[in-house]
């Protein structure tokens, strides 16, 4: 198999030196066994291990007897340094370069090809651009087996697309309703909409940034997203639509049916369970259904004649994945659309800076609305902090809810729900000194004190982290004894809605009980960012509450991230022409322009241009190593060394401490900061930043020598996280 060799003219003698002295599969082979396969008879097997040393396919003998069920896809077992482990068969060939009898394959565990060729490139590419492995690529692309489904749906290891007829609803006939003409379609308001369109249903292979501007109704990007992918079924190629959660994902899955037969859309994502997983996976698989449309593992979809990649809302945390090589959905589309030659769109009523850059390349072409079209659709923006605002409220900058904002409400009320907006969960998350603000922390392990409910003063306040109570806290600042709240979560502020509005129903949507929708009936809606319920007929007002608590989080993408969840919110409000209206509470920076000018694309090209300026992501990629010092600095040596010999010479940061920044639970990005003390204080980071022009060397260079560490196990294992959004 082309796509993954055993090992390549430059590759192979670095594999063949980390195998010496590590017993291969084939070392202990006998040099008599049983019958083997008449035709090629040397399995070609990927392990699974997340070793980096291991990350090669291994060359395996086919016994006679598995010959018919031993296919290139199928899962197997072999023998391995004296261990069974699991592994996919990749490639059959016709010998072996091994030099020695090889080890008979031990098992083929189902007949079914459950990974394709293409799905193998796809995670090749994947594994090589975040320095990963190939095995821990395939953990997510590949849901786990479900042995009853194959039997139901392949008896005799084969997938017949006429089996799901029953399953699906339908004979899986996927070209009678669709509708042959999408001229009246949402696209129509849109620059280049049309265009692309017509291009999807010619059969070609465009590239659009789609800035949708409304997000409920008839009319709203779910109903964009399943014109495009109706359009590219018109050419008989199939698609691929991947969604942040399962919200977005229901709505998109309404809109498809509504155009296509429900037996061709496969809807895949993990909280649906293992079986109804598994089952569209077979689906998609077998050619029953041509569009898979899920969460960020569904990118990897084995879609027949791939027409169409769509992501949505790309600047969502959600779409990366949470295990190595944490991959973002994005990235795996775009390296999937250039693999397979399809089309590719990149949707959201924002633009990321990664975006920004694709467009302002132009690598692709802007969607987007005319200023006539903008002033038509979306509400009215008005901030509180402004200059008029402010000499008509003084109070308006320290007030929770400024008179404005509570004007907004009242009206909105007369006419349907109103939105608001907090950035906190929970009722008080978080506390401050009275006298100098500085946040108040454990005595024991630093954390954040906060207090659990909304019991009065006399509440004993508690570490976030370790629950430990702070009965005689002060501050270690200035001394003071006296508390106040830093912060006023969803639960605070649906309690004082509720006391300044009475009468008026509130909902809440935060925290582990995040809505969907909510009906068109007058009522509050409190929510927490990224938790705002959909409501069918649009918010009458929304009020955006906490602008400048999210504006001051220590990210390099604070000001980005809180722009795309205020386009989001608004998105959500009925027209000017309606009266709708969005209040907003923050200082006057050029996030908050961008919204009151509804200009995401001008805030994003801003942005990208800073960072080109500085030379920060994504004008340039990251790479950090996270680990031991003595672990990183020799990593970070190694990779120097071999690097500067090919006269490429990266520019670097630290090693510098982790900062504890999370409490008991943290994943591995924050640092472990759930082990002891002693042991988070050994901890270092180092950045490298990588130029694109260099990226491809470098990240193969760092596999290398992460394999080689491996191998050796002088130094305990690092971290190496490529293009983290979290470390700066």
Known sequence: MAQVPAGGAQDQPFQLSLLSGFPSSSAAAPTSGPALAAELPVAR??????????????????????????????????????????????????????????????????????????????????????????????????????????????????????????????????????????????????????????????????????????????????????????????????????????????????????????????????????????????????????VAVGTRSAAYAPVHNLGLVVCWDDGDDLHIEQR?????????????????????????????????????????????????????????????????????????????????????????????????????????????????????????????????????????????????????????????????????????????????????????????RVLAVVPDAKALVVATVGAEPVAAGGYAAALLLDGDSLLRRENLRAGEDAVRRWFNAAALVRPAAERGLVVITADDTAGVGALLRWDPAGYAQRELALRQELQLPPAVRIASVTGGRTAVGHFTSAVEERLGGQGIVLRTAGPAPLVLAAGPGAGAGAGGAGKAAARAGEDVRTLLFIPYAQAGEATKVMRAVKAAAAAKRSDDPVQLRLDGVDVL
């Open 324 to 512: 190595s090589p944490y991959a973002h959905a994005r990235e795996v589309l775009l390296l999937r659309a250039g693999q397979e030659g399809a089309a590719c769109l990149l949707a959201g009523h924002t633009r990321s800076t990664e975006t920004q850059r694709l467009v302002a390349s132009g690598w692709a072409w802007p969607v987007e609305a005319d200023r006539s079209v903008v002033r038509r659709t979306v509400p009215r923006v008005q901030n509180t902090a402004d200059s008029f605002e402010l000499e008509r409220d003084p109070l308006a900058r320290v007030a929770r809810l400024p008179g404005a904002a509570w004007r907004a409400a009242k009206e909105g009320l007369e006419r349907g729900p109103v939105l608001v907006q907090v950035a906190r969960a929970g009722y008080a998350p978080s506390l401050a000194c009275e006298r100098c603000r500085e946040p108040a922390r454990c005595t024991a392990c630093s954390g954040p004190l906060a207090v659990a409910g909304s019991t009065g003063s006399s509440a004993v306040p508690q570490c976030r982290w370790c629950s430990a109570p702070a009965p005689n806290w002060s501050c270690g600042t200035c001394n003071g004894i006296r508390l106040r709240r830093g912060a006023t979560g969803a639960l605070r502020t649906a309690e004082e809605l509720g006391r300044a509005f009475p009468g008026t129903p509130v909902i809440t949507s935060s925290g582990d």
């Open 45 to 290: 097997v990927l392990i699974e291990s997340s070793l980096p040393h291991l990350d090669r396919p291994f060359d395996y003998s086919v016994p006679a007897d598995l010959d018919a069920a031993a296919r290139p896809g199928v899962r197997v077992k072999v023998k391995f340094n004296g261990q069974e482990l699991p592994g996919y068969l990749v490639e059959r060939v016709a010998e072996s370069d091994a030099g020695h009898a090889l080890v008979p394959l031990h098992k083929v565990v189902s007949p079914v090809p459950v990974l394709t060729a293409a799905v193998v490139e796809l995670a090749g590419r994947v594994a090589a651009r975040y320095a990963g492995t190939l095995s821990d690529v395939l953990r997510v692309a590949v849901p786990p087996r479900m042995a009853k489904l194959e039997k139901e749906f392949a008896p005799d290891g084969h997938l017949d697309p006429a089996l799901f007829a029953d399953d699906a609803g339908t004979d899986g006939a996927t070209g009678a309703a669709i509708p042959a003409g999408l001229e009246a379609s949402s696209w129509a308001a849109y620059r280049n909409g049309p265009a692309f369109l017509q291009h999807l249903a010619a059969g070609e292979s465009p590239r659009a940034v789609l800035a949708a501007l409304q997000g409920y109704g008839a009319g709203g990007w779910p109903r964009m997203i399943a014109e495009a992918v109706a359009a590219v079924r018109l050419s008989g190629r199939g698609a691929v639509v991947v969604l942040p959660d399962y919200r977005d994902l229901d709505r998109v899955e309404a809109a498809l049916l509504d155009l296509l037969p429900a037996g061709d859309v496969a809807r895949l994502t993990a909280d649906d369970g293992p079986t109804p997983r598994y089952r569209s996976y077979l689906r998609i698989l077998s050619g029953a259904a041509g």
